[in-house]
C-alpha cells in the first residue's frame, strides 16, 4: 500500500480479555517500530523489528505484550489479560532499512480502550 | 527516561508570528528529528539534522542543532492556523536500534 496501514482503528475491550493489533508497513520497508502513546503524552518505544527479528524488545511493559512479524512484513502486537492501564493509542511505523539517519512513516494507529 | 524533552510543553501565540520550541536530550546521538502530530494519531516527518550539522531550512522551518549543549530547536516562520499541531524531537542515540521520543510541544496558532 502507499502508507503504514494499522486496524482497527479503534478497539473497545473488557479488562482481562486478550486484544491483537495489526500493522502493515510500506511494501519494500525492512525495519518496523511499534509504539505506545498515552492522553497528552508523548510516544514509548515498545519493540523494533528489522525483518522478522527483534533486535530490540526492551520497551515491552510485561509479559502480557508479545509482537510478531511475518514474511517481513505485517506485524501482530498481542495484548494478553489486558488491563485499563493498557489503555492508550498503539502507534506502528516503518523505514526502509532500519534506524540511523531514516525518518519513520507513521500509522494512524489503534485507539485502544479497556473497560 | 525519555531521552527527549521538548519546552514549552505548551506554546499559544496569533497567526503571522513565529514560534520556536526546544528539545533537549540526554546522550549522544547519531541525529535528530522533528514530528508533527496532529489529533492524537499519526506523526508526520518534518525534518532530520545529523549530528554534524548545525542547521537545517526546510520551506518556514529552520531547526538548529548544539550537540555541545544537548539541544536543538525547531522555528517555525509565519506561522498559520494549519501550523497548529503537537511537536515532537526525537533521537537516535548511539547504540540503540531505536528512535527516542520526546513529550511534545502541544502548539496552538491564534486566527
Known amino acids: 500500500g502507499a502508507g503504514v496501514s494499522q486496524s482497527p482503528s479503534n478497539k473497545v475491550t473488557e479488562k482481562g480479555k486478550d486484544v491483537e493489533l495489526r500493522c502493515d508497513p510500506i511494501s519494500g520497508h525492512t525495519a518496523l517500530y511499534w509504539y505506545r502513546q498515552s492522553l497528552g503524552q508523548g510516544l514509548e518505544f515498545l519493540i523494533y523489528?528489522?525483518?522478522?527479528?527483534?533486535?530490540?524488545k526492551s520497551g515491552l511493559p510485561s509479559d502480557r505484550f508479545s509482537a510478531e512479524r511475518t514474511g517481513g512484513s505485517v506485524s501482530t502486537l498481542t495484548i494478553q489479560r489486558t488491563q485499563q492501564e493498557d489503555s492508550a493509542v498503539y502507534l506502528c511505523?516503518?523505514?526502509?532499512?532500519?534506524?540511523?539517519?531514516?525518518?519513520?512513516?507513521f500509522g494512524s494507529g489503534t485507539q485502544l480502550s479497556v473497560l | 527516561s525519555q531521552q527527549g524533552e521538548e519546552d514549552p510543553q505548551a506554546l499559544s501565540i496569533q497567526e503571522g508570528e513565529n514560534a520556536t520550541m526546544n528539545c533537549s536530550y540526554k546522550?549522544?546521538?547519531?541525529?535528530l528529528q522533528w514530528y508533527r502530530q496532529n489529533s492524537g494519531r499519526g506523526l508526520v516527518h518534518l525534518i532530520l539534522i545529523r549530528s554534524n550539522e548545525r542547521e537545517k531550512h526546510s520551506g518556514r522551518l529552520r531547526v538548529t542543532l548544539d550537540t555541545s549543549k544537548k539541544s536543538s530547536s525547531l522555528l517555525i516562520t509565519a506561522s498559520r492556523a494549519a501550523d497548529t499541531a503537537s511537536y515532537f524531537c526525537?533521537?537516535?542515540?548511539?547504540?540503540?536500534?531505536?528512535?527516542?521520543f520526546g513529550q511534545g510541544t502541544r502548539l496552538t496558532i491564534n486566527p
Open positions: 523489528f528489522q525483518g522478522n527479528s527483534a533486535p530490540d
Open positions: 546522550t549522544s546521538i547519531n541525529n
Open positions: 511505523a516503518s523505514s526502509l532499512m532500519g534506524p540511523g539517519n531514516e525518518k519513520l512513516f
Open positions: 526525537a533521537t537516535d542515540p548511539q547504540g540503540a536500534q531505536k528512535l527516542v
